[in-house]
C-alpha cells in the first residue's frame, strides 16, 4: 500500500493506494511525486508487513480513526487495537491473537472490506 497525500478545493486527504500486479507497481512511482507527504508527522507511517504472522483484517470498509496501541507493541488476543469508524459509529477492532503488532495503514486511511490492517506475529 502505498499513501498519498492530495489537496481538492484547498482541503487535503490522506489517501492510500493498493497496488495489483506486477505492471501497476511502476505506475503510482509517477504519482508519487509531491514533497509534502514526509512532512506530514500525524500518522505513523505504514511500515513493511511481515510475511509471517496472523492477518488482521478488516471487517467491513471504512476509515481509521485511531490506534489504540503502539506499532510493535505486544498485544493479547481480543484487545482492541484500532478504531475503525463505519457509518458515523466507531468500533474497536481487535487482535486476532497474542504477538507483536505492525500495522499495515495509517490513521486517516479508508479501507474496504478484507483489507490488511495488521499483521501479528
Known amino acids: ?3 498519498f497525500i492530495i489537496t ?4 487535503r486527504y490522506e489517501v492510500g493506494v493498493e497496488e495489483v500486479g506486477a505492471a501497476a507497481a511502476s505506475a503510482p512511482a509517477a504519482v508519487s ?14 511500515p513493511a508487513v511481515a510475511a509471517k504472522g496472523e492477518k488482521l483484517l478488516s471487517p467491513f470498509p471504512g ?3 485511531g490506534f489504540l ?9 481480543d484487545q482492541p487495537v484500532l478504531v475503525l469508524e463505519a457509518m458515523k459509529m466507531d468500533n474497536d ?6 504477538g507483536v503488532i505492525t500495522f499495515a495503514v495509517t490513521k ?8 490488511l490492517l495488521a499483521t501479528i506475529g
Do not use: F, Q
Not at 108 to 115: I, Q
Open 1 to 3: 500500500m502505498r499513501n
Open 8 to 11: 481538492v478545493d484547498g482541503k
Open 33 to 46: 511525486a509531491p514533497a509534502a507527504a514526509p512532512a506530514r508527522a500525524a500518522a505513523p507511517a505504514a
Open 63 to 65: 476509515l481509521i480513526k
Open 69 to 77: 496501541v503502539e506499532n510493535g507493541a505486544k498485544v493479547k488476543k
Open 93 to 98: 477492532i481487535t487482535a486476532p491473537c497474542d
Open 108 to 115: 486517516g486511511s479508508n479501507v474496504e472490506t478484507d483489507t
